[in-house]
């Protein structure tokens, strides 16, 4: 594995991590799937407000963004000159609304990366299914329009659902794209440059390598070759839908859930890429928009302020040791290996010595043995007070290149927002939790404190 290394833009893309990922259609106003064709002058965003989309991402931590420039159903959500079934035929704006246009303008004020969504299947074109090399004509068209008018692009994420089968012309369409945007990574299809994780609930596994074998639509014959192909992992933020739901939003999903996640997809070297559908208006829903700030907030709560760092561990071979003069919790360790190198490490356990970890007479103890480590591996372990915590690699392909090692003692329970006006309430049950006894069984009862909502 050793000598399969990445680009340096497939490393750009793991550095970001964490994306948004939004659907927004003429099923937004059907509670539908968009998989059918629907009357185009349903779509009506009338408080379109894409830098709301984008600044609740990049406040939550998020460094890009994609979005459903065309999904299964073929309504695309620009103003094409190919097809008839786009925002120019919908009443929004009186048919001159550009939603890819205001998407790709807000991520570049909002400094996150652009990624366009298109779904190769297409309900709504008849050519799909009569006449594939026409379609090929009508998908390369939208290509040009998409990579050529909005400058750059960052992200090209093909959906493969529904086209499974159906013939593209693949070397010409990538050859088209590469072209108009040489610095575009390739989501899934085509010539990908980067990998679907396999499932839609933003779970990766536990041996999850950036290197994998997939099928590659320039070369058939090179699908099981390994290659670098990173995961991304995607998810709802409700249950359920994928666009805006009027009857779901019981079911946005909860801190700890959205925390686990994390760990399950950028704890295991993964991006996470989570998705809100934008409600009729075309905002993020308040209850979706507020539940990802306080997802970002958590996610810097626990790793923003790391107790030690690299700089700080002493390499020796392949042993990193940390050592301080008194004992401090640990009960997060994130580790990180240097990727320009490749993925080096086969085997490694973290250890805590009762004594000098520099005496091997000192026998170590394993707290946690692990497989993988590439880009990210976040280690959740019960809390342990330590002077001394060694990595220690057992195998590995080659050399060992680490590029981050940080020890975290964030503790399980979270700060709990105090609005001004409930300050003075919230002291009061302070005070009252903490009177003397004597004073608070005067009455022979115990005081209940009332509820603030």
């Not at 490749?342 to 043995?369: C, S």
């Not at 006006?421 to 005070?431: D, E, I, P, S, V």
């Amino acid at each position: 594995m050793s000598a399969i290394l990445p680009r340096a833009r497939q490393l750009e893309f793991q550095e970001w991590e964490f994306g948004l990922f939004i659907h927004l259609g003429v099923y937004t106003y059907n509670d539908l799937p968009g998989s059918k064709r629907d009357d185009p002058n349903t779509f009506n965003p009338r408080k379109l407000d894409c830098g709301q989309w984008i600044r609740t991402a990049r406040d939550a931590g998020m460094r890009y963004a994609v979005m459903t420039a065309k999904h299964h159903d073929g309504f695309c959500l620009w103003p094409t000159a190919h097809g008839d079934f786009s925002t120019r035929q919908s009443r929004w704006r009186n048919g001159n609304g550009d939603v890819v246009r205001e998407f790709t303008d807000a991520c570049r004020i909002y400094g996150l990366k652009a990624g366009i969504y298109y779904s190769p299947f297409d309900a709504a074109m008849p050519l799909y299914k009569s006449d594939p090399a026409a379609y090929d004509d009508y998908f390369i068209a939208h290509m040009r329009e998409l990579m050529g008018n909005y400058g750059p692009i960052d992200i090209i994420w093909f959906d493969g659902a529904n086209s499974e089968g159906h013939p593209f012309d693949w070397p010409r369409i990538v050859a088209e794209i590469r072209r108009l945007q040489p610095e575009i990574l390739f989501f899934s299809m085509g010539d990908p440059d980067y990998r679907w994780i396999g499932n839609e609930f933003g779970l990766a596994g536990v041996h999850t390598s950036a290197i994998a074998a997939t099928e590659n639509a320039l070369d058939p014959a090179q699908k099981s070759v390994l290659r670098w192909l990173p995961g991304e992992a995607d998810c709802r933020m409700r249950r359920h839908s994928w666009g805006w739901s009027a009857h779901d939003e019981h079911t946005v999903k909860s801190i700890d859930e959205l925390m686990g996640l994390y760990y399950y997809s950028i704890g295991r070297g993964c991006n996470l890429l989570l998705n809100i559908g934008p409600n009729p208006d075309g905002l993020l829903p308040s209850a979706d928009a507020r539940r990802l700030l306080e997802f970002g907030r958590e996610i810097r709560r626990r790793f923003s302020s790391p107790v030690a760092t690299l700089d700080k561990i002493e390499r020796m071979g392949n042993r990193w040791i940390f050592q301080r003069p008194d004992f401090m919790l640990v009960d997060h360790v994130v580790l990180q290996e240097d990727l320009r190198y490749g993925e080096q490490v086969q085997r490694f356990a973290l250890q805590v010595h009762v004594g000098d970890p520099h005496n091997d007479r000192m026998p170590p103890i394993t707290i946690w043995e692990g497989t993988h480590i590439g880009h990210k591996a976040i280690i959740r372990i019960p809390p342990v007070a330590i002077m001394n915590m060694v990595v220690n690699v057992l195998e590995a392909d080659g050399e060992v290149h680490m590029r981050n090692i940080e020890y975290h003692s964030i503790g399980e329970s979270r700060p709990v927002a105090v609005t001004a006006t409930g300050a003075k309430t919230r002291k009061k049950a302070l005070r009252r939790m903490h009177a003397k006894p004597a004073l608070r069984a005067r009455s022979g009862k115990r005081p209940e404190a009332k509820e603030h909502r």
